[in-house]
């Protein structure tokens, strides 16, 4: 491959990539309109060129034509994914359906059927050579009639989709326009570089590579910085840049397409700044906006923000846009500005609230007077004051009308009125006025001149009437004085004090219970007295006084004018204002020092009984007269499987005894009232889960100070392991007095046996030494001994462990055969199991045989060797194993009619056990014993 070629290649290999790249990019946004077609057409594209550039890349005349052949396949469904693309994304009517696109994609399907057989037709190509006058390697193609079909069809498609872009771009709001132009040049730029390529072929692999080029560029600045997959074109012609109301459009998922100059200055940010911004993010000043056309589809209503001078009102509307299909693609927000006309409305509002309110229903008195001092308005609350209604009042001069007949009065009201008439405020000043009766009345009286401009036109003169007031006043001071009286007079502790603890009053009791004169007090903190333990304590219960829980009642030491501490108990209450805070805490305290020692000492006596009722180890309950539980200890719950005592308070005590015992337990009462108590009565007692046990019952009656009985005492004691004791001594001796005769009968039955060994022994004496036969008649008897021994050391009389017999017997053995097993090994491999008399005499005769047979006869010749011995317990049978590892037993012994007393000895224990005997003669000998357990048998 020529040098000048290299580059245009590998600008075809890198637009493959970044096309194949933006397909993935558009892949991720698909629900948007028209994106998985456009993935389509630029999928397309990347395969293209793909295929472009690996022909290029070929050196033979096959490989070139097939990858020119390659390249039909996105060809031809680039112009069909535009149109369908275009269409979709901008076109304002319906777009293309299925059957629409599969109509257009015959063509392509038609020329894709005609390029691989071309040979046979000729229709795309005439005729195809290698060109030999470029510096690379290059096909020379002549076209056939389809080519030219295919080609005239493709531009077809080609300017229907530019046609529908230029008229979208037209109809269009900026960005849309921007977007649609990216568009524009990004498919024609192919489209020209093909034309350029198919018409001047010298030109085709640079006019191919800069089209492809400017093409990416162009689609991935519509991506990246256009957006355009984000922002849906919707029609705009319904905004006005005209309007002064702002007119801002958003897609569906709330950003800004579209903002009209009213808008750009209510946000104080161009277009260009704002547009593909979430409206979320551009209106973040405006809460209100935001929280009511968040998910709204259609509004009308008014908003305001802003606080004092910089409120403003707007009038908003929210419509929805949709699509040609009538789906729904974003919505057009109208605000309109209504500052202005809501100002105007609530001054007009409050104009005519504050007269209604002046003139209908306040309490006061409130006149209106004109520059002649003349009366204009008098209100119901000067109806109710003076007593004169409104027809009476009005024409007439004010301070001849209020002022009854005393001058003093009525010159102090004229000099009043002529300082509101020259414009001076007269504040609110008690005085005293009559009413039509003639009564006097006190009043606070206040005046105002009324204004338009600089002009006097009038006054104002409010009289608030005070006589409820003055009343209060003087039974305040009464009530205060008779307070004062009963408070000094009290024998209790009486303070006051603020929120942080500065007395403000102290009775003549705690002046002298803490032995400082009230001056003292006053202004010192109200703890001073208090003992630093208990300080904490009670600030803490201050604390959590409320307007919901304002008394606590609290006890604690102070140390009196003695210098003795002594304890108080405070009620303290807090006073709250109508504000709710906290002004003052009033306490109340007395003397309780003999009341919490005496306290002291009954819990501390209290404390002692509970102890020593709780920690005895018998149950104790306390019950009425009709047996019902008012009180027991923890081991009485315990006894009767319960978690705490006060499971069992309020049952009957005949609920804790088994139903069988009742009516003794009934009789048993009775008794007790007769006699005073009872002891050790043995009961059956119920547990919790239904379980029984075994229990002695001491009951005594509780009398009052009049001897009168009250109530029963109950002591109960768990009999359960003095009865499992008895049992047990029972049945030891029931054990061992058969043992006792068992072992007669074994010891006589053991001493035939040996009597019956030794008479066989005697048979076979002949080529023995008498050494060897008085040892193995020593090993038989001493195995059967070893029985005893074991027995007669076992804890149960009845079984012996087998495990610690067959390590004491092997022992015993090599011991026996010391001069003949010096390098011998003995290894025990018993499972951990009991057995009878019955078993282990037999089983140990046959160990004696097997183990004994091996030390004289497996190992000779040898200096060493290894016997095992197993035992296992298993599928309720008994496997017994002994091996060696010697020379093994000769072949032509008969294990099954032996002449040898021993295997004759073993056969006869076999069937006494009624087990199977199975001997192996690999590595050595193997004898295994397996017999039925005594369930089994």
């Known amino acids: 491959m020529p040098w000048s070629e290299s580059p245009y290649l590998i600008l075809g290999i890198l637009n493959a990539a970044i096309a194949l790249a933006s397909v993935l990019w558009i892949w991720q946004r698909r629900p948007a309109r028209g994106a998985r077609t456009f993935a389509t057409a630029m999928l397309c594209m990347a395969a293209w060129s793909a295929t472009d550039t690996f022909g290029r890349l070929s050196f033979t005349e096959a490989a ?32 293309l359906t299925r059957r629409q696109i599969s109509l257009l994609a015959i063509e392509p399907f038609l020329t894709l059927l005609l390029v691989w057989p071309n040979e046979a037709h000729g229709w795309i190509w005439r005729s195809v050579a290698v060109d030999t006058t470029l510096p690379y390697l290059s096909l020379r193609v002549t076209h056939g009639p389809w080519f030219w079909f295919h080609t005239a069809y493709s531009y077809l498609l080609l300017a229907l989709s530019v046609s529908v872009l230029i008229r979208g771009i037209r109809h269009s709001t900026a960005l849309q326009r921007r977007q649609g132009l990216a568009l524009l040049i990004g498919g024609l730029a192919s489209w020209i570089a093909v034309a350029v390529s198919t018409a001047f072929p010298h030109l085709g692999q640079m006019a191919i590579a800069a089209g492809a080029t400017v093409s990416n560029v162009a689609i991935i600045w519509s991506m990246l910085r256009l957006r355009i997959f984000d922002f849906v074109p919707v029609a705009c012609e319904a905004v006005v840049e005209q309007m002064d109301a702002s007119v801002i459009v958003l897609d569906t998922q709330n950003r800004i397409l579209d903002l009209n100059a009213a808008a750009q200055k209510l946000i104080g940010h161009s277009a260009s700044e704002v547009l593909g911004q979430t409206a979320e993010r551009v209106f973040a000043a ?43 693609a974003g919505r057009l927000v109208v605000l309109h500005e209504i500052t202005a006309r809501k100002r105007l409305e609530a001054e007009t509002e409050q104009r005519r609230l504050y007269l209604e309110s002046v003139v209908g229903s306040a309490p006061d008195a409130i006149i209106a007077l004109d520059s002649q001092h003349t009366i204009v308005e008098w209100n119901r609350g000067a109806e109710s004051l003076f007593g004169y209604s409104a027809q009476e009042a009005r024409g007439r001069d004010l301070d001849d009308l209020v002022t009854g007949s005393d001058p003093r009065t009525f010159q102090e009201a004229t000099a009043l009125t002529a300082r509101v008439l020259v414009g001076e405020p007269v504040p609110p000043t008690e005085v005293v006025r009559y009413r039509k009766d003639g009564t006097p009345v006190h009043v606070f009286a206040s005046g105002s001149p009324i204004l338009m401009g600089e002009e006097l036109i009038g006054v104002v003169v409010i009289y608030t009437d005070i006589s409820e007031l003055k009343q209060a006043e003087e039974a305040l001071r009464q009530s205060e004085a008779r307070y004062r009286a009963v408070v000094q007079a009290q024998t209790e502790l009486i303070t006051r004090f603020l929120p942080d603890g500065t007395l403000t009053f102290a009775n003549d009791a705690a002046c002298r219970y803490l032995g400082k004169k009230r001056e003292e007090l006053i202004g010192s903190h109200y703890a001073s007295p208090v003992p630093d333990k208990d300080r904490k304590m009670v600030e803490e219960a201050l604390a959590s006084l409320s307007r919901e829980d304002p008394v606590i009642m609290v006890e604690n030491r102070v140390i009196a004018a003695n210098g003795e501490t002594r304890w108080l108990q405070w009620t303290n209450r807090a006073i709250f204002n109508e504000q709710g805070q906290l002004v003052e805490i009033q306490s109340v305290g007395r003397d309780i020092t003999e009341s919490k020692l005496a306290q002291d000492a009954l819990l501390e006596a209290e404390a002692k009984y509970r102890t020593l009722v709780d920690t005895s180890p018998d149950g104790i309950t306390l019950t009425n007269l009709a047996g019902k539980i008012v009180l027991c200890n923890r081991q009485t719950a315990r006894l009767h499987g319960y978690d705490l005592p006060e499971d069992i308070h309020g049952m009957s005590t005949l609920d804790l005894i088994a139903p069988q015992d009742h009516d003794r337990a009934r009789a048993n009462l009775q008794r007790t009232l007769a006699r005073g108590s009872i002891h050790n009565i043995e009961y059956t007692m119920l547990r919790k889960d239904g379980s029984r046990f075994p229990a002695e019952l001491s009951t005594s009656v509780i009398r009052d100070a009049t001897l009168k009985p009250t109530g029963f005492i109950a002591v109960i004691r768990d009999a359960t392991a ?13 054990e061992k007095e058969l043992l006792l005769n068992e072992i007669n009968h074994r010891v006589r039955d053991n001493l035939q046996i040996i009597s019956s060994l030794l008479y066989l022994q005697s048979l076979q004496a002949e080529g023995q030494s008498s050494s060897e036969i008085l040892r193995d008649s020593q090993n038989r008897v001493r195995s059967m001994a070893l029985v005893h021994e074991k027995l007669y050391g076992s804890r149960d009389l009845s079984r012996i462990d087998f495990e610690e017999y067959v390590q004491s017997l092997t022992a015993s053995l090599l011991q026996s055969y010391a001069a003949a097993s010096s390098g011998i090994g003995v290894t025990v491999e018993v499972d951990d199991v009991f057995l009878s008399v019955d078993l282990a005499i037999p089983c140990s005769l046959l160990i004696s045989e097997l183990v004994s047979n091996a030390l004289k006869h497996a190992f000779v ?3 060493s060797g290894e016997i095992r011995v197993e035992f296992h317990a298993q599928d309720e049978r008994y496997r017994l194993e002994v091996s060696d590892n010697g020379v093994g037993i000769p072949e032509d012994i008969d294990t099954r009619d032996p002449e040898s007393l021993g295997l004759q000895l073993v056969n006869t224990l076999v069937e006494q056990l009624r087990g199977t005997l199975r001997v192996q003669h690999q590595d050595g000998t193997q004898f295994r014993i397996t017999f039925p357990t005594p369930e089994e048998g």
């Open 286 to 328: 405006y809460p209100q906006l935001l929280g009511r056309w968040r998910g709204a589809i259609q509004v009308r209503e008014e908003l305001a923000w802003g606080e004092g001078d910089t409120r403003r009102w707007y009038d908003l509307r929210i419509s929805p846009l949709r699509d040609p299909e009538g789906e729904l």
């Open 64 to 95: 070139k034509l097939f990858w020119a052949r390659a390249s039909y396949l996105p060809a031809v469904t680039v112009p069909v994914a535009l149109l369908a693309f275009v269409l979709r994304y901008g076109q304002r009517k319906k777009p």
């Open 722 to 734: 003095r009865k499992r004791g008895q049992e047990q001594l029972r049945a030891s001796l029931r």
């Open 861 to 863: 010749g040898r200096d």
